[in-house]
């Protein structure tokens, strides 16, 4: 089943606001598990697609790399 | 001037070796006496900065730096790791100090046009400090602030024809020996392979999907000069599968000392009369090796292809001419649960333009991983998991004994259903036919 880019966007905003009060930044498989029927690859091509749309943000501490909705949490523009 | 005092610092200077400080110290004096009237895009005082902050973290016996951030620039999920100074009042000029990971060229080969248009940038745009080449093998550049990101990648791509390297949970900049530009024992064209592999995965190098880092490395043979064996996820190391080809007269000539044994290195002393007994039979792993009455015999079957041999008399022995490579997984830096070499997975490939059953591989285990892998967790920690048969049976590998590092442990072994004849549907009467009760 090929992914809906709107349903999956829905789905991903939805997810990481319930999560909101805990945390910010989320593991690239914490999204693939929404999407067990999807292989990784396409649910890279939406994380990439809604980072391009600049909804979400790619966080990085030189080793693992996060995703987060952009502005939340502590950021480059917070940090100045 | 600098206007940090650094005394800890300085007395790093004093010890036998080449001192960071002092080079830190020289770009600290070229920045603020700026002979070519540079309009630097960062502040001026930033080297300087960084040493009054490494001081600092000296004094306190503790770190300055905070962890993370920005990651790249527009679309990219690596490249660039972001940090920040948690005095920025006291030390301005390192408020930001971004690293930017630049792909290095293959085998480290550059024009001098090329390091004169990088170093320009560098002063212009960053700290002026570089680190040639970090840890992965990437051209490390140390210390520039967010707004100047997107300039130097438009720089980078625009006018140098080069691109980011790998940061996070990408595939890193792959790296490879200069392989057959100028090395008689490359097995493989380590740079067109490396280079392929490049512009094939440059979704996985730019946008993080891993559970963690994944690191390629290319080494023409088993000698390793970029050591993938132990440096990377999954190295590609040359090898060949046919014999060791001898030249018996050159034989001759080294026994005879005519011909100085390691192409004439380690020529600095005199270690008396060439023994080839001591030096290169006795030396041989797997006692494969004969010398007699002049001659000398190689046992190929049972050759573990160390070389040592062939580096010692490179004139006499010569790889062998069916080549191409193996393929290991796994290695990693001891960060979990210590360091670990790669397993030999493929124990021959041919490295054939267009590497598609080199391609079929990669793919099959990063799906595996992928899937698999837990957050955080090298492909080597998964392989220790879930066992190394789970790999080989996601990559369709047939199992063979040079997968095999040492005889089990434990007696038992777990057969499949589908891995014995008939499964386990057997009748009793079949059964009985052969055995009383």
Redesign the interface.
């Known amino acids: 089943m090929a992914l809906v880019y709107e349903e999956a966007k829905g789905k991903i905003i939805e997810f990481i606001n319930s999560k909101a009060k805990s945390k910010s930044k989320f ?3 914490d999204f ?1 598990a929404l999407f067990p029927d999807e ?3 396409d ?2 091509k939406i ?2 697609q809604m ?2 749309e600049e909804i979400l943000v ?8 996060m995703y987060g909705l952009t502005g939340a949490g ?3 523009d917070g ?2 | 001037m600098a206007k940090h005092k650094t005394p800890l610092l300085d007395q790093l200077e004093s010890g036998p070796w080449p001192s960071f400080v002092s080079d830190i110290k020289q770009e600290i004096e070229h920045r603020y006496a700026n002979p070519k009237g540079i309009d630097y895009q960062i502040p001026a005082e930033c080297p300087d900065d960084l040493l009054g902050l490494l001081e600092l973290s000296y004094v306190d016996g503790e770190t300055h730096w ?7 620039v527009f ?1 990219y ?2 490249g660039v ?2 940090r ?1 100074c948690d005095q920025p009042e006291k030390y301005p000029g390192v ?1 930001h100090f971004h ?1 930017v990971r630049v792909a290095q060229p293959s085998g480290m080969f550059y024009k001098t046009d090329f390091l004169r248009q990088l170093c320009d940038l560098w002063e212009l745009r960053g700290s002026g400090l570089t680190n040639m080449h970090g840890a992965t093998g990437d051209i490390v550049l140390l210390g520039t602030t ?1 707004p100047q990101l997107e300039e130097i990648f438009f720089e980078l791509t625009h006018k140098m024809n080069n691109d980011l390297g790998g ?4 595939l890193r900049t792959p790296a490879c020996c200069l392989g057959e530009s100028r090395c008689e024992y490359a097995c493989y064209d380590s740079q067109e392979l490396c280079y392929q592999l490049t512009q094939e995965y440059q ?1 996985e190098l730019h ?7 994944f690191k390629f490395k290319f080494d023409g043979c088993s000698l390793g000069c970029v050591a993938s064996i132990a440096r990377s996820d999954m190295s590609f190391i040359g090898t060949w599968r046919d014999e060791i080809r001898v030249d018996q007269k050159a034989v001759a000539a080294y026994v005879g000392g005519e011909i100085a044994p390691n192409a004439g290195a380690y020529a600095g002393r005199d270690w008396g009369k060439f023994d080839i007994k001591a030096e290169v039979i006795d030396r041989c792993p797997s006692q494969c090796i004969r010398y007699e009455g002049g001659k000398l015999e190689i046992n190929n079957k049972e050759c573990v292809r160390c070389m040592h041999c062939i580096c010692v008399m490179p004139r006499a022995l010569k790889i062998g001419n069916d080549r191409g490579l193996s393929i290991l997984v796994g290695a990693k830096a001891p960060i979990l649960d210590g360091p670990q070499m790669g397993s030999l997975t493929i124990p021959f490939i041919k490295a054939e333009a267009p590497y598609d059953e080199i391609k079929e591989f990669v793919e099959a285990t990063w ?1 595996w991983w ?2 698999e ?4 967790e090298r492909i080597g920690e998964t392989l220790k998991r879930l066992g190394f048969s789970r790999l080989l049976e996601v990559t369709g590998t047939t199992a063979d004994p040079r997968h095999v590092k040492e005889p089990r442990h434990n007696p038992y072994i777990f057969w499949k259903e589908e891995e014995v004849t008939g499964g386990w549907n057997k009748t009793i009467a079949e059964y009985r036919a052969k055995h009383q009760r």
């Open positions: 593991y690239f498989n693939t292989k990784g690859r649910v890279k994380l990439t980072v391009n790619f966080w990085s501490s030189g080793s693992t790399t502590k950021h480059a940090e100045d | 905070k962890h993370g951030g920005i990651v790249g679309g999920g690596g790791i972001g920040y408020a690293t967010t940061s996070g949970s990408n979704d946008r993080p999907a891993f559970p963690y880092k799906d992928m899937e892998g837990k957050n955080r």
